[in-house]
């Protein structure tokens, strides 16, 4: 079994990496296999809305590192998406990533566990709303099964989410596969 972790930090020891580090490593020590995938330090242009992939039909007309991407979320049994709350959503990273699934989208669709862990600098209860209500409607048009999430507010810097429970809990996630 696998998961496709994707990240969309431009910052390699930033929060949402210690994150996705923990979840990999519980991943892992339940017996999983994973591939990360760091669109941050990728070539990954964004969708064009040509038509061209015909919405899966034929594939995409650009030749990027979703050509690396594409057949490990496909081979995947879960996903993850890991990202720091760039105003009130997915940074712009992670996002091309999540456009460009346009192109495969009848195959990406249905029978895949999906997670959500975003780091916040803000502490109000509101502050990741926006994004959860993004990747839930995400998980509901991918018919993807939403497994969990890791919210970590309140954690500007990589010293604040190492004093905190996050990445326990992202550990604990990954390992409850």
């Known amino acids: 079994m696998k998961v496709t972790v994707i990240t969309g930090s431009p910052h390699k020891k930033g929060t949402s990496a210690l ?12 017996g ?9 330090f990728e ?41 720091p709350l760039y105003y009130f959503g997915f940074s712009a990273q992670i996002k091309r990533v999540i456009d460009r699934f346009y192109a495969c989208s009848y195959k990406l669709t249905g029978k895949k ?11 109000n209860s509101w502050t990741m709303e926006a994004l959860t209500a993004h990747y839930k409607t995400l998980a509901r048009y991918m018919q993807w099964k939403d497994s969990g999430m890791v919210l970590a507010v309140g954690c500007g810097a990589r010293a604040d989410i190492e004093r905190s429970s996050f990445p326990e809990e992202a550990y604990q996630l990954g390992r409850s596969l």
């Open 43 to 83: 070539q990954v242009s964004p969708c064009l809305g040509c038509d061209r992939c015909g919405i899966g039909a034929a594939p995409c007309v650009q030749k990027d590192a979703m050509q690396t991407l594409l057949p490990e979320l496909l081979s995947s049994q879960a996903v993850a998406l890991v990202t």
């Open 19 to 30: 994150l996705a580090d923990e979840f990999i490593r519980g991943v892992q020590d339940a």
């Open 113 to 123: 566990k999906v997670f959500l862990m975003a780091t916040a600098y803000d502490r």
């Open 32 to 40: 999983w296999e994973t591939f990360r995938f760091d669109a941050a």
